[in-house]
């Protein structure tokens, strides 16, 4: 059966494993709520996405106004991804929410 993958900045996510590496094959380790909002973001390249928005994507609930679990996962994504070579992988809008700004490609690969 084929697969859907996602590759950016030199890192591939692969949905059905729930895996990412980076450009040499070594596995970046990620906890359940990092790879679901890194997928969310794969899924909707270049576009800006609010937390009330990353909040429903990823876990299906209304924001709280002092809810910052999406600021605490994405500065841990931050710091495990760095930079992509051009800038920052992710960018914050102020009073906008955040951004990938890599650009995204999606593959079918043998499972």
Do not use: H
């Not at 494993?17 to 679901?36: S, Y």
């Not at 990823?58 to 710091?79: C, F, I, N, Y």
Request: net charge neutral; no cysteine; aromatic share 8%.
């Amino acid at each position: 059966p084929r697969v859907r993958v996602y590759q950016f900045a030199g890192y591939r996510l692969e949905p059905d494993t729930r895996k990412v590496m980076d450009a040499e094959g070594a596995l970046i380790d990620l906890t359940g709520a990092e790879f679901d909002l890194l997928q969310v973001f794969l899924d909707r390249p270049g576009r800006l996405l609010s937390r009330d928005q990353l909040l429903d994507l990823t876990q299906g609930r209304e924001r709280d106004p002092l809810d910052r679990s999406v600021d605490v996962l994405m500065s841990r994504l931050r710091r495990k991804f760095g930079d992509a070579g051009e800038g920052p992988l992710f960018k914050t809008v102020r009073n906008g929410g955040y951004q990938l700004t890599a650009r995204v490609e999606t593959a079918e690969a043998e499972a």
